[in-house]
């Protein structure tokens, strides 16, 4: 309980968590059934390259998400490259800046230019009047990011891609799981790509899948995978080594069996979440839509500094010191970095949307390892936090804050008051 100002970890006070709450920590998987996998995988002698494992994995993505091909690949980056080659993009794609930086990065790695449009407040997701006022005669596609789970106003985009004959294409790298009516996320657009990098909620440690029911493009994208080889040695196209391996297919396999008890520890996880910090002056955890199936992945907040009395900076700061490691994704934008900062091409309208998000949303650990307990005591913190509010920030300014030990996100060592 943090009575004084003094009290707080990031002036010298005790540490909240000694063992850091983490956003992103990977769902463990269950042990016998993966190591079991693991067995099979050595028995067989097939490592990689097409084996049952990812054959598997396919199948049983394939019918999760209800669509016709699954297309598994090492990671979401080259789930990314790789549908944006088999679908033939050229010129300009239609992009938000408020995503992980791979979304631009994957586009550009290839030679596509990625164009940034504005974001809708409710939903973090790509706004449709942006989107349109980004289309150039050179944009082939409008790829939208299911941010923290919220599927992107699909009809809208769907309406704007088929008036101006563009290719529809998604980023669900977050929304494994979710749905919109009774369709997955995964079954939208001309195809979608996931990451099942080990921070997401299903997860094959690096891992990531190409989703469509366009067989063209499913042929291109497991041609292009390997290389463009088909038989022994007849090379079909362009290609890549983008396979995933046996291993990384086992623990996805593994990973989907514990979905359903993850999705629901994460929605109610949420909902102690919104208990807790919805009644906080100038505090706001982002909900899209209560029609949406989501999988609650992420706990988005949004911080007004002049409500809350800190801004969303100097709460991260007070809660990472004390052991909360809480992020501020995806600051400072795509747009904000190299190398499309200040580049017309890439950032042709204003995003005051974007840019206003970027600023005030943080996002506070959950998962399976952060339980009820946990959320109270960080719900107590930001309590405390916004009743010192001004005392707190004066410090934060004057003296050098305190770090938690176990924070990786700054090279300075807890101060001497701490470590007293
Ligand atoms: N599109 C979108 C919208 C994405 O979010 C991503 C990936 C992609 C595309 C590209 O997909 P991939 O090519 O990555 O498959 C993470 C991930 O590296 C990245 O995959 C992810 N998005 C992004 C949102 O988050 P960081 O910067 O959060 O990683 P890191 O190392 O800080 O890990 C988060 C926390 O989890 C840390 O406190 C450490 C902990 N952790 C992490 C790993 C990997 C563990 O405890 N164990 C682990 O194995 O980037």
Not at 10 to 22: A, M, R
């Amino acid at each position: 309980m943090k009575r004084h100002v003094k009290d707080f970890a990031v002036l010298g006070g005790s540490l909240e968590f000694q063992t850091p709450l983490i956003v992103g920590r990977p769902g463990v998987l269950r042990r016998d059934s993966f190591l079991k996998r693991v067995e099979a995988i050595l028995d067989s002698g097939h490592l990689t390259n097409g084996g049952p494992m990812v054959c598997e994995f396919e199948q049983r993505l394939a019918e999760f998400l209800g669509v016709r091909h699954v297309v598994a690949v090492c990671n979401g980056t080259a789930a990314l490259q790789v549908m944006a080659v088999a679908c033939q993009l050229t010129g300009e794609v239609i992009v938000p800046s408020m995503t992980f930086i791979a979304t631009a990065h994957a586009l550009q790695w290839i030679g596509l230019t990625p164009v940034f449009a504005d974001i809708d407040q409710r939903t973090h997701t790509l706004d449709p009047k942006s989107v349109q006022r980004c289309i150039t005669d050179r944009t082939s596609a409008i790829l939208g990011v299911h941010l923290w789970g919220n599927p992107c106003a699909i009809d809208d985009l769907q309406q704007i891609a088929e008036q101006h004959k563009l290719s529809l294409l998604f980023d669900a790298s977050h929304a494994f799981g979710c749905s919109v009516g009774t369709r997955s996320v995964g079954s939208f657009g001309d195809a979608e790509a996931f990451s099942f990098h080990a921070t997401k909620i299903m997860h094959s440690a690096e891992g990531g899948a190409i989703v469509t029911n366009n067989d063209d493009i499913a042929e291109r994208c497991r041609l292009m995978r390997n290389f463009g080889i088909t038989g022994l040695t007849r090379i079909e196209s362009i290609g890549i080594n983008a396979k995933m391996s046996e291993l990384s297919a086992a623990a996805g396999l593994t990973s989907l069996e514990s979905l359903a008890d993850v999705i629901n520890h994460n929605k109610h996880n949420l909902c102690e979440y919104r208990l807790q910090i919805d009644s906080i002056n100038g505090l706001r955890v982002a909900i899209p839509s209560e029609d949406q199936q989501l999988n609650c992945q992420y706990v988005v907040v949004c911080v007004d500094e002049a409500q809350f009395g800190l801004s969303r900076d100097e709460l991260l700061q007070v809660l990472r010191a004390e052991g909360v490691f809480a992020r501020a994704y995806f600051a400072p934008g795509c747009h904000n970095s190299p190398p499309y900062a200040g580049v017309s091409v890439n950032c042709p309208v204003l995003l005051p949307v974007t840019n206003q998000l970027l600023d005030e949303v943080i996002q506070l650990p959950t998962g399976s390892s952060v339980k009820t307990a946990d959320i109270h005591a960080v719900a107590m913190l930001i309590r405390a936090a916004q009743k010192h509010a001004t005392i707190l920030s004066e410090h934060l300014y004057q003296t050098e804050p305190c770090w938690h030990p176990a924070d990786p996100a700054t090279p300075m060592p807890v101060t001497k008051a701490n470590a007293a």
